[in-house]
């Protein structure tokens, strides 16, 4: 079990910045995946950004080169950096753990989330 808190979100205006935290209640350095996913009004919950295993990060195609993935082993906490914001960023920001099963498939846990809004 892992526990996940949602930290950093607000209101900004397009081309201002945001960090986003995610403090775990364990070592994340067990952790096979984390990241972050956003769910805009009306819209489904997308991925975007990942670390697998610590040492790859995946970013959607939409916030590559204005977000960062990052964590601190020693805080337990991921980070998302978020850079040249836009409106379309605007969404809730969810934060996720992934571990792998020995038999196959994962445990999937979840902050509970944190709203970003961003202004035109």
């Known amino acids: 079990q892992v526990q996940l808190v949602e930290s950093g979100g607000g209101l900004v205006q397009a081309g201002g910045s945001l960090k986003l935290s995610c403090a775990a209640s364990?070592?994340?350095?067990?952790?096979?995946?984390m990241g972050w996913y956003r769910q805009p009004p009306g819209k489904p919950r997308d991925l975007v950004a990942r670390?697998?295993?610590?040492?790859?990060?995946n970013y959607a195609a939409s916030v590559k080169g204005r977000f960062t993935i990052s964590r601190d082993i020693a805080k337990n906490t991921v980070y998302l950096q978020m850079n040249s914001l836009k409106p379309e960023d605007t969404a809730v920001y969810y934060c996720?753990?992934?571990?792998?099963?020995?038999?196959?498939?994962?445990?999937?846990?979840w902050g509970q989330g944190t709203q970003v809004t961003v202004s035109s």
């Open positions: 670390i697998i295993s610590g040492d790859s990060t």
């Open positions: 996720n753990a992934q571990t792998y099963k020995l038999q196959g498939g994962t445990y999937d846990y």
């Open positions: 364990r070592s994340i350095s067990s952790i096979n995946v």
